[in-house]
């Protein structure tokens, strides 16, 4: 992640993407801050004004871009702001991780997870597990495409990855 | 919420291109104290379109935000990031500076350093790799924000309260004495709440009917209250400043605008005596299938259960009850009803229940005839209770010694954590009202005294001058097994005293439990219809403890009284008339700003699939069927992004929240670190 943590090769370091609905679980991020409830450096959030709004090309572009593993935070069913947006980012997300494990993305990297307003203490719980979760499976390696070669293609599947942001909307 | 400067920049023009302000705030040392702001500094003046980069000790202060204002003036900058606090604490805050230095609120981005990073990261290089990768998030994202005007929207003059304990009415007529028309929504056939079954309130003993009945008439009086009793809000949509709440009435079978409160019909009832538990005395008497809950009763319209009259059961009955009434006014054909209103602001004030003693049997209620519950004691205290004052036991005689269990239901890991708050001074009132009445000794068991508030701890100090035994332990039980002769046909309270240090066997006559204070059984519900958070306990959640005590996440709905946490009666009055100022200042503005995150649709790039319209929860979509294009409407739409997430070619956006602007955030959080 950064120079600072030494050789890259004895001390992986996950890179977290986390996209968090504005009314509870971001909400329930910024109660752990209140609360002073360490975790995990390595799940970087997003704010979103309802977990609805996580278009699976999202999650696609982050693993592109280089993440490990991929966050989704909702409120609890029943709980939506907005009725059932939580409900649309669920549907999305099951489509999706089918898809992902036909692409060799094991489930443990993506992750969707219910925390209301008053769950600071949940958030902490999760971002830590993920971060343990996605270490012990090492860095993201999509499948190479066809025409690039080398490691550094492992990192930047520029062709495949594009090929897949058209394929998957809703 | 957004600025309300009312003051809009001249032009959308970005002057050339965005220029970006980076301001990193230290907060103090809450942010500085772990992350390397120099370097973060550093740091943000290398990434593209970063015109300046500057940190200041305290961001939100007024010369913090005239660093922003100035540089923005001196056109310096034309778009902003300001590092700091979460977005929930001061987004309104910058965007306000951004509008100030005449740019559009919304050229504008905050990256949570603070409560994403600072507070919640152990090491400090860390913390300072983790703001970075947030700056840079944000400064990819601003560069991509559009022109956006802040939207206003009317606020309509009326408002409703829901809920007609001391928390509604005082609300209620604070802002109805100001010239607004509140609707008052309680669900019982009477105003008063929990207020209403007390005899004295501590710690100055006033009686409680006496300063509440007074509110409850002037409610009932006053031209600008509409009062609807017997009523719940089963429905509320639309947003601040414009809500349609819909309310049903459901039937009393007896005409409230005819009956005069005569009571004559009570006394005609086919039933001689009462009959039915009477739920306003917590069961300790009865009452006939018609009936008031208090003499006071507003409106003073009486009731009639259709579960216990035998009319409604049997369809047999010489309806003595109508032959009585001069005025006409029974109904039995009556059915719900329903009203649907449209007001501008909401104030919940929908109050609490209290624990059930039932859940800890080894204090014995239910079991013991003679442990009793605090609420049901005040019953007994209340000299239009049951009793008519007097404090007897279940046979009718006076008790000798009574016991008053602290703390039942609060502070305990099995039941509820939290500390009731109004228990240790109620059952100080209580142990003092007790004596006064029965001359009984008194002892009262606590785990700690808590008696914060004004004249409360020289209260305390008097109910000890008064002889009131204090035994500083938890109790372990009730029983009725004597160990020697001086404790036969007394009930036993076991307790550890932890100041001698000894357990202890204390015979007794009377155990009064101090119930503690919780969310009424509803509130998940409640909460659901108003669209605003609980707690993990239940109560509402509040915007911020501090700084919005009384204003909710659901802009336009505010809190008063314990359905937001316990709170005695000058807790509650003073809350609920913090709620009506709140809402007496949003509505005299006349206007709200709303948030500028709707979605809208690209007419050039629709399909004409309709994915968008099913799932919108608002119905904000309309389809044109002879263009084959889906529109959204902006006034209804309340910004989830859904649709747009949904929308297979991308014709769906959502302002200030673009699939652009997120892929930069995203590109952001892992490029650069």
């Known amino acids: 992640m950064s120079e600072t943590r030494g050789d890259a090769s004895t001390a992986f370091e996950p890179k977290i993407v986390a996209f968090f609905c504005n009314w509870c679980t971001y909400t329930a991020a910024d109660l752990a801050g209140i609360s002073r409830m360490q975790y995990a450096p390595n799940v970087r959030a997003i704010r979103l004004m309802c977990s609805g709004r996580v278009d699976p090309q999202f999650v696609l572009a982050a693993f592109r871009e280089g993440a490990d593993g991929?966050?989704?935070?909702?409120?609890?069913?029943?709980?939506?702001?907005?009725?059932?947006?939580n409900y649309n980012a669920r549907r999305r997300f099951e489509l999706l991780r089918l898809m992902l494990r036909d692409l060799g993305i094991e489930d443990e990297r993506i992750r969707l997870e219910w925390i209301s307003a008053s769950e600071g203490d949940r958030v902490q719980k999760v971002c830590n597990e993920m971060t343990e979760q996605v270490r012990a499976l090492g860095p993201l390696r999509l499948e190479t495409a066809p025409k690039v070669d080398g490691e550094g293609a492992a990192r930047t599947p520029e062709p495949s990855a594009e090929a897949l942001v058209g394929q998957v909307t809703s | 919420m957004l600025p309300e400067t009312g003051f809009t920049p001249e032009t959308p023009s970005t002057n050339g291109g965005p220029r970006i302000g980076v301001y990193v705030c230290h907060c103090g040392l809450n942010i500085a104290g772990k992350v390397d702001v120099a370097a973060v500094v550093e740091f943000a003046s290398t990434l593209p379109n970063v015109a300046v980069s500057r940190d200041y000790k305290f961001m939100c202060s007024d010369p913090g935000q005239e660093l922003i204002e100035q540089d923005l003036r001196d056109g310096l900058v034309n778009r902003v990031v300001v590092a700091s606090c979460s977005p929930l604490m001061h987004e309104a805050t910058f965007r306000r500076a951004t509008q100030?230095?005449?740019?559009?609120?919304?050229?504008?981005?905050?990256?949570?350093?603070?409560?994403?990073?600072?507070?919640?990261?152990?090491?400090?290089?860390?913390?300072?790799?983790?703001?970075?990768?947030?700056?840079?998030?944000?400064?990819?994202?601003?560069?991509?924000?559009?022109?956006?005007?802040?939207?206003?929207?009317?606020?309509?003059?009326?408002?409703?309260?829901?809920?007609?304990?001391?928390?509604?009415?005082?609300?209620?007529?604070?802002?109805?004495?100001?010239?607004?028309?509140?609707?008052?929504?309680?669900?019982?056939?009477?105003?008063?709440?929990?207020?209403?079954?007390?005899?004295?309130?501590?710690?100055?003993?006033?009686?409680?009917?006496?300063?509440?009945?007074?509110?409850?008439?002037?409610?009932?009086?006053?031209?600008?209250?509409?009062?609807?009793?017997?009523?719940?809000?089963?429905?509320?949509?639309?947003?601040?400043?414009?809500?349609?709440?819909?309310?049903?009435?459901?039937?009393?079978?007896?005409?409230?605008?005819?009956?005069?409160?005569?009571?004559?019909?009570?006394?005609?009832?086919?039933?001689?005596?009462?009959?039915?538990?009477?739920?306003?005395?917590?069961?300790?008497?009865?009452?006939?299938?018609?009936?008031?809950?208090?003499?006071?009763?507003?409106?003073?319209?009486?009731?009639?259960?259709?579960?216990?009259?035998?009319?409604?059961?049997t369809g047999k009955c010489p309806q003595t009850c109508i032959e009585a009434c001069e005025r006409d006014a029974f109904d039995f054909e009556q059915t719900e009803t329903f009203d649907e209103v449209k007001v501008g602001a909401i104030i919940l004030a929908t109050g609490f229940k209290t624990f059930d003693a039932g859940k800890m049997p080894e204090y014995g209620y239910g079991l013991y005839p003679n442990v009793y519950t605090s609420l049901e004691v005040e019953r007994l205290l209340n000299a239009a209770g049951p009793t008519g004052g007097e404090v007897v036991l279940r046979d009718g005689s006076s008790p000798k010694v009574v016991g008053i269990i602290h703390c039942v239901g609060s502070r305990d890991a099995k039941h509820n954590l939290w500390c009731s708050k109004v228990c240790c001074m109620y059952s100080l009132k209580l142990a003092h009202m007790v004596k006064e009445r029965t001359g009984a000794e008194v002892y009262n068991f606590y785990i700690d005294m808590r008696t914060p508030g004004k004249g409360y701890e020289e209260f305390y100090d008097k109910i000890l001058k008064e002889g009131v035994h204090m035994v500083r332990g938890r109790v372990a039980g009730v029983t009725d097994e004597a160990a020697s002769p001086e404790e036969e046909g007394h009930l036993v309270i076991r307790a550890e005293d932890t100041l001698i240090g000894s357990v202890r066997r204390i015979p007794v006559d009377m155990v009064i439990l101090a119930v503690g204070v919780e969310p009424q059984p509803d509130a998940q519900d409640v909460r659901r219809l108003f669209n605003i958070s609980c707690g993990g306990e239940g109560f509402f959640t509040e915007r911020h403890p501090k700084l919005a005590p009384v204003s909710t996440f659901t802009d336009g709905v505010f809190l008063a009284g314990a359905c937001q946490g316990p709170k005695d009666i000058p807790d509650t009055v003073a809350q609920a008339g913090a709620a009506a100022a709140e809402v007496l200042a949003m509505v005299d503005r006349g206007f709200v700003m709303l948030e500028a995150n709707t979605a809208h649709i690209d007419d050039e790039l629709c399909s004409g699939c309709k994915t968008c319209v099913g799932l919108c929860p608002f119905s904000a979509i309309a389809f044109d069927e002879e263009r084959k294009k889906a529109s959204v409407n902006e006034v209804v739409c309340k910004g989830c992004g859904v649709c747009v997430a949904a929308c297979p070619s991308g014709a769906a956006q959502q302002h200030l929240f673009t699939d652009e602007e997120i892929f930069a955030e995203i590109e952001g959080v892992l490029a650069y670190v």
């Open chain 2, 100 to 313: 100030e230095g005449g740019q559009s609120p919304f050229y504008f981005q905050m990256a949570s350093i603070r409560e994403l990073v600072s507070w919640v990261t152990l090491d400090g290089d860390e913390a300072t790799e983790k703001a970075k990768a947030m700056v840079a998030a944000a400064v990819r994202r601003v560069a991509l924000h559009e022109y956006l005007e802040p939207r206003k929207s009317e606020v309509r003059g009326d408002i409703m309260v829901v809920g007609g304990g001391i928390a509604g009415i005082h609300a209620a007529l604070v802002m109805a004495d100001a010239g607004k028309h509140v609707y008052l929504v309680e669900r019982e056939s009477t105003i008063g709440g929990h207020m209403a079954k007390f005899d004295k309130t501590f710690p100055t003993l006033d009686c409680a009917a006496c300063i509440l009945t007074p509110k409850m008439s002037a409610v009932r009086m006053h031209p600008n209250i509409t009062l609807w009793t017997y009523s719940d809000v089963v429905g509320v949509e639309g947003f601040t400043g414009d809500f349609t709440v819909r309310v049903r009435h459901r039937p009393r079978y007896v005409r409230e605008d005819l009956c005069t409160g005569c009571l004559e019909c009570i006394e005609a009832c086919i039933h001689k005596q009462g009959k039915f538990e009477d739920e306003f005395n917590e069961g300790l008497s009865k009452r006939k299938p018609i009936y008031i809950p208090f003499p006071q009763a507003t409106p003073a319209v009486v009731v009639v259960d259709p579960e216990t009259c035998i009319w409604f059961k």
């Open chain 1, 70 to 85: 991929v966050l989704i935070g909702g409120c609890h069913p029943g709980d939506c702001h907005y009725q059932e947006g």
